[in-house]
C-alpha cells in the first residue's frame, strides 16, 4: 500500500467527514492499525472538525444543567443493567460474601428471639381464644338451658292438649256410639233455664253426665246425680261444674233408670238427696 | 477553556466511569456548549436542541464504561455520540432534504448566531466564515451535521456524484489551512 497516497487521495478527509461506504470504513480501520502515519493524518484531520466544532459551541440554556444532572441522578439505578457482563458478575460475588458472614454468628440468637417472639405470640393469641370460646359457651349453656324450659313447657302444653284431644275423641265416640242414650234433663219449676244432658248405654251401663247449664254451687256444695230406679233414688256419684262441665264427667254405672235427677248436696255427696234441691231432672225416653 | 480544566482527561474518565456526580458536573460545564452547539446546528430548533443535550448526556453517563481511551479521546467519543445522537432526532421527525438545504444554506442563520450567542471562539467562526466559501461551508455542514450522504449531496448541490468527494476534501483542506493560520 502506497500510504502517502492513499492519504492523500481524500479518503482521510472524506472518512472523517462520515462520508465514506462501509467498505471503505473497515479498509480505513486497517490502514489505520497498520500505518502510523495513517492514523496522525486521521486524527489531526479529526481534531480540526472538532475545531470547528468548537467554534459553534453555544451555551445551553442555564436551567438545562440542574434538570439534565438530575435525570442522571434519577438514571443511576437503571444504568446498572447497562454495565458490561463482566461487572455484575463480580458484584454477584461479593455481595454473597459480605452477606453470609455476618448471618452465621447470629444465627443461633435470632432464633431464639424469633422463637420466643413467635411463643409469646401464640400464648396471647392462646388467651384471647380462651376467653372468646368461654364467653361463648356461657351464652350456648344459657342458650340451652331457655331452650330446654321452652321444650318442657311445650312438652307439658302437649301433654295438656293431647289429654284435651283424647277427652274429645271419647266425647265423640259416645255421641257415635248408636247404643247410648241421651237424656236430656231441664230445669225444675224453681230453677227454670238450668240444662243437663245424661248419656248412658243401658247395656255396659257406662254413664257419663254433662252439665251445661248449672249455677256455680257454694265452696262447700256440690251437685250429685241421681238414677231414678222403680221410684227409687240411687246415688250416681258427684261432678264438678265450672271448667270440667264443659266436658262429659264420667259417673257412677248406673243401671235400669227410668229417670235421672241432679240435686245440689254438701261435699262429697249424701246417701239420700235432698229433693228441695233439685236443680235438673229428665225421663229415660221409651 | 484549556486553562480552566482541574482534571486530565485521565482524571475524568476515571471519575466519569465511577459515575461520580461531581465529574458529571465538571463534564457539562466544560462541555455542554459544544455539544449543545452541535445539536443546535443539526436540529435548529432550541427546545428540541435541549432534549437532544439531555439524551446526549444520557448516553454519555450510561454508556461510558464503554469508552475505551485507546480508541480515542474522550472529546471525540463525546462529539460522535452527540452528532449521531442529533442527527437520529433529526431523522426521526422526518426531515426533508429540503429543509436540510434551507437551514444550511441560510449564511444569515450563523451571522445571527454569532449576534445573539457569546460563542467560545467567536472570532475564529468569524475568520471561517469569512475565509470558506459558502459552497465549501454547505458540503462540510450538509455531511456533518445533517448526516447527508454523497448522493443526497450531489442532488442538493446539483453536481455530479463523482464530484462530490473531491470538493469534500478541497473544504476540508480549506479549513485546515484556516485553523492553521489561527
Not at chain 1, 168 to 180: I, R, S, V
Not at chain 2, 118 to 126: K, T
Request: aromatic share 8%; proline share 5%; net charge neutral.
Amino acid at each position: 500500500m502506497d500510504v502517502q497516497r492513499y492519504i492523500s487521495s481524500g479518503i482521510i478527509e472524506n472518512h472523517v467527514i462520515g462520508l465514506v461506504s462501509e467498505a471503505e470504513n473497515r479498509e480505513m480501520e486497517v490502514a489505520i492499525q497498520q500505518h502510523p502515519e495513517v492514523k496522525a493524518a486521521v486524527d489531526a484531520a479529526q481534531q480540526d472538525l472538532e475545531k470547528y466544532v468548537m467554534m459553534m459551541a453555544q451555551k445551553p440554556p442555564v436551567h438545562l444543567k440542574k434538570q439534565i444532572l438530575e435525570r442522571l441522578k434519577q438514571d443511576a439505578g437503571a444504568a446498572e443493567p447497562a454495565i458490561p457482563v463482566t461487572q455484575p458478575v463480580a458484584i454477584d460475588e461479593e455481595i454473597p460474601v459480605i452477606d453470609y458472614t455476618p448471618r452465621t454468628p447470629i444465627s443461633p440468637l435470632k432464633i431464639w428471639q424469633y422463637g420466643a417472639a413467635a411463643a409469646f405470640t401464640l400464648l396471647v393469641a392462646s388467651a384471647v381464644m380462651n376467653i372468646a370460646y368461654y364467653t361463648k359457651y356461657n351464652d350456648s349453656q344459657s342458650q340451652y338451658a331457655s331452650l330446654q324450659s321452652s321444650q318442657d313447657s311445650f312438652a307439658a302444653e302437649k301433654d295438656t292438649l293431647s289429654a284435651q284431644l283424647h277427652r274429645a275423641q271419647e266425647e265423640l265416640t259416645l255421641m257415635k256410639d248408636p247404643a247410648f242414650k241421651w237424656i236430656k234433663m231441664l230445669g225444675t219449676p224453681r230453677h227454670q233455664g238450668n240444662v243437663a244432658t245424661i248419656c248412658w248405654d243401658p247395656q255396659s251401663k257406662a254413664t257419663f253426665i254433662l252439665a251445661q247449664k248449672l249455677p256455680e254451687p257454694p265452696p262447700d256444695m256440690q251437685y250429685q246425680l241421681w238414677a231414678i230406679v222403680n221410684g227409687k233414688c240411687i246415688d250416681a256419684g258427684v261432678f264438678s261444674t265450672g271448667e270440667q262441665a264443659t266436658s262429659m264427667q264420667k259417673v257412677k254405672d248406673v243401671v235400669n233408670a227410668q229417670a235421672f235427677a241432679v240435686t245440689l248436696e254438701k261435699k262429697g255427696g249424701s246417701p239420700t238427696p235432698t229433693l228441695d234441691q233439685m236443680f235438673v231432672a229428665g225421663k229415660v225416653a221409651g | 477553556m484549556g486553562a480552566a480544566l482541574t482534571y486530565t482527561e485521565a482524571e475524568l474518565v476515571t471519575g466519569l466511569k465511577a459515575r461520580n456526580e461531581k465529574f458529571f458536573g465538571y463534564l457539562y460545564d466544560h462541555y455542554s456548549p459544544a455539544l449543545y452547539g452541535i445539536a443546535l446546528k443539526v436540529v435548529v430548533d432550541e427546545t428540541l436542541a435541549g432534549d437532544v443535550l439531555q439524551e446526549i448526556f444520557l448516553k454519555i453517563w450510561r454508556g461510558i464504561d464503554r469508552y475505551d481511551t485507546d480508541k480515542g479521546r474522550l472529546f471525540t467519543w463525546m462529539v460522535n455520540i452527540a452528532r449521531n445522537t442529533a442527527i437520529d432526532t433529526l431523522r426521526s421527525k422526518g426531515h426533508k432534504l429540503g429543509q436540510k438545504v434551507q437551514e444550511i444554506g441560510n449564511n444569515s442563520l450563523i451571522v445571527d448566531q454569532l449576534a445573539v450567542y457569546p460563542s467560545v471562539d467567536h472570532l475564529g467562526l468569524a475568520k471561517v466564515v469569512e475565509q470558506l466559501n459558502k459552497e465549501q461551508r454547505v458540503i462540510i455542514d450538509l455531511a456533518y451535521y445533517k448526516g447527508c450522504t454523497q448522493d443526497e449531496i450531489s442532488k442538493i448541490l446539483d453536481i455530479p456524484l463523482g464530484t462530490v468527494k473531491t470538493r469534500m476534501r478541497n473544504a476540508i483542506i480549506q479549513l485546515r489551512n484556516i485553523l492553521k493560520q489561527m
